[in-house]
């Protein structure tokens, strides 16, 4: 097919051009005779009319095949410099997937390096503080409970990270009494309810929820009244589950920063549940903190 093509070619340019020539031959023959005989132009060359004399073709034909070359030229080197310029368009543009290419393959290079690092840092953290542990527990019992409690704290808080995105209830509620004795053993007195039905144990719920709701009662509240205890309250309404927090406000309530940890916890309860759940927050009437939120079930 490609060779038809070619041939059919040899033969349309060649007639092409003769017909180019004849019609130069033509075009010159009519202006020439325009110019002396209707026109009046006095050129000692042609005093007499023009004719299609041999001089007067071959001279018209050298100069219709001068300006074809040229032309012919000018529109090769026209065309060359196009397809240059696409070339160089084209070869960009394969060097800008290549470097996208490298720049995908070292952004995995290093999601892999970080992967491992975090796999490799808690466990030399832990084995340090079973370390700490086991020294300390005979000469310093306290500490070395709090050492234990914090291992397993942090333990639960980077598997959640790197896991799944929900956990069961009963392993936020243990983690929330880890942090509850832990917050007791550094401040002294540390006093918070915690309700809640234990028909709810195996319920799906976003990781460290409940952690960073008793976090927020124990760093922004006044729980050292055992009269007057934090709450933390986990129910089933339906098909949600309502968990619920009341705190006295502390002296030095940092409102900014608070605010700041709900919304953050809002963001992660969206990429979770989508418009499923809700958080509610504020200061009631009698100065007490209180936070509301709801989730669907999921066991």
Wanted: glycine residues 6%; proline residues 2%; hydrophobic residues 45%.
């Amino acid at each position: 097919l490609m060779a038809g093509r070619r041939s059919r070619n040899f033969i349309i340019a060649p007639l092409l051009l003769s017909i180019e020539l004849a019609c130069f031959i033509l075009l010159s023959f009519m202006v020439d005779y325009v110019l002396i005989k209707k026109i009046d132009v006095v050129v000692e060359y042609f005093w007499d009319a023009p004719g299609l004399n041999t001089k007067f073709v071959i001279g018209s034909l050298w100069r219709g095949i001068y300006f074809i070359l040229f032309a012919s030229g000018l529109y090769l080197f026209l065309r060359n410099q196009m397809q240059l310029k696409l070339n160089s368009n084209l070869e960009k543009e394969a060097i800008a997937k290549e470097l996208a290419k490298a720049n995908l393959k070292i952004q995995l290079a290093n999601s892999n390096n970080a992967r491992l690092k975090s796999q490799i840092n808690p466990h030399f953290l832990f084995h340090t503080l079973t370390g700490i542990y086991s020294n300390a527990h005979r000469s310093e019992p306290l500490a070395a409970k709090a050492v234990l409690l914090l291992a397993r704290l942090m333990r639960y808080m980077l598997e959640s990270i790197h896991g799944a995105e929900t956990s069961k209830l009963k392993r936020e509620i243990e983690q929330v009494k880890n942090l509850i004795h832990l917050s007791g053993l550094h401040h002294g007195r540390t006093f918070v309810n915690l309700e809640y039905d234990e028909s709810l144990n195996n319920v799906e719920v976003m990781p460290l929820i409940l952690t960073t709701l008793t976090e927020n009662m124990i760093k922004h509240g006044q729980l050292d009244d055992k009269d007057d205890p934090g709450i933390l309250k986990i129910i089933r309404e339906g098909s949600f589950i309502r968990i619920m927090t009341s705190n006295k406000v502390a002296v030095r309530f940092d409102k900014i920063n608070y605010s700041s940890g709900m919304d953050n916890l809002k963001e992660r309860l969206l990429h979770v549940y989508q418009n499923s759940a809700w958080l509610d927050y504020g200061i009631n009437n009698k100065g007490y903190f209180e936070v509301n939120v709801n989730l669907p079930v999921s066991i």
